[in-house]
């Protein structure tokens, strides 16, 4: 048996005492001790070689413990609680380093793509630090996240029931099933973007996971067009032709997109808000109506299949929108997804055309211009997409006539 072996039993309470104290990280000279019964207190002050009892609540000096054990086993106090108990910790070195991979998990969900490109998710993040780590896990938190900011980045889906669309983003059918985390992270988030309560119930969520394109059904969600062509021996080109040569509006449905793979497309094309701006445009242009497209507020499943097909054969689609705060979370949701660029949306443009007009509701940043959500909330008033589209539809017909003119 070993001499730190042979220390007595009924000084285990010093020895726990001893470990926690050096365990924390900081300077130590003193360590408190107790309650410690006769037996304990005997031990003590038999290894102290002090003259009574040193109560059941001693402080006792850890050079003095130290000199003690040296004297009766060779070694210091660190060595024989080390030994007796366990390794010495260091809880200030972690918490120190919990604190900065806590500082560093919410860096990155500032810094996500997915934040970036729509700043409506901010108060989404903030909610999620105020409700911290997931089963106080930096690494289960980060993951939950990283589910959840998935899911996000495909949204809105193009109409698949919600079981396929978790099977084709998070590979398991059911992993946004009602009261999963990862269903309960997603629908907050929407909740910021669209700028809607909470839902309450099953129905209500559903609504939320439809109105980001999941589970539409191929009929009842459509887009709108207008003097768009789009060649090829498919039904969307067909009905296109149709209307475009009759100087009327598509109505085009995600059956019909579905049912057509687009291998050319106009080099540019207009994407509006509005669809009082598209029936501004047919009667000025008629038949000779630059190619455009409706979203019809936020973008139904059928607009973003059709842009992300314009977009994936290489158009450019120009967003415009108005100027109040769900216009421009709707203005960020369309860039973020189909990847248009914001086109005469900026602090200079919004400032040239405000007048009169009701309040923008919440106001949200904007990813194109900083400054512009602070000038809407400044001047406290909406430029609807209307008040502009003459001077929208010059600037296009100025860009069709001369291409290299606008070139970027």
Known sequence: ??????????????????????????????????????????????????????????????????????EVAGVGAREVVTRLVGPIGNRAEDRRKTAEARASLWEWLDGHPVITAQPALRSWTSGIRRAGLIDSSIERTRLELERALRVLSELPA??????????????????LDDGTRTANLVLKALSAIYDVPLPADAPERRALWERAGIADDELSS???????????????????????????????????????????????????????????????????????????????????????????????????GDFDGDGLRIAANVVARTGAKPWRMTSADYLAAVADGPAPGRVTPVPWDPELAIHLAEQGKTVPEERVADRLFDEIIERLASPSRFAQ
Request: glycine share 6%; aromatic share 6%; net charge neutral.
């Open 1 to 70: 048996m070993t001499p730190i072996e042979r220390l007595p039993a009924a000084l285990a309470p010093v020895w726990q005492a001893v470990h926690a104290r050096l365990s924390s990280g900081l300077p130590v000279s003193r360590v408190r001790v107790g309650p410690l019964d006769s037996e304990q207190q005997t031990a003590v002050a038999d290894l102290l070689g002090l003259a009574q009892f040193p109560g059941q609540y001693p402080s006792i000096a850890l050079a003095r413990l130290d000199e003690a054990l040296r």
């Open 158 to 175: 193009a109409g698949m029931p919600l079981p396929v669309f978790a099977d084709s983003v998070l590979d398991a059918t059911h992993a």
């Open 222 to 320: 459509t887009v709108l067009a207008a003097g768009l062509r789009l060649p090829g021996d498919h039904v969307v080109g067909r009905v296109l032709d149709a209307c475009r040569d009759a100087g009327t509006a598509a109505v085009l449905t995600l059956q019909q997109l579905r049912r057509t793979s687009l291998a050319t497309a106009p080099s540019t094309v207009w994407v509006f808000e509005n669809p009082s701006v598209l029936a501004l445009a047919l009667a000025r242009f008629g038949t000779s109506c630059p190619p455009l497209v409706c979203t019809s507020g936020w973008p139904s499943s059928a607009g973003v299949a059709l842009l992300k097909q314009l977009a994936q054969i290489g158009t450019t689609l120009y967003y415009h």
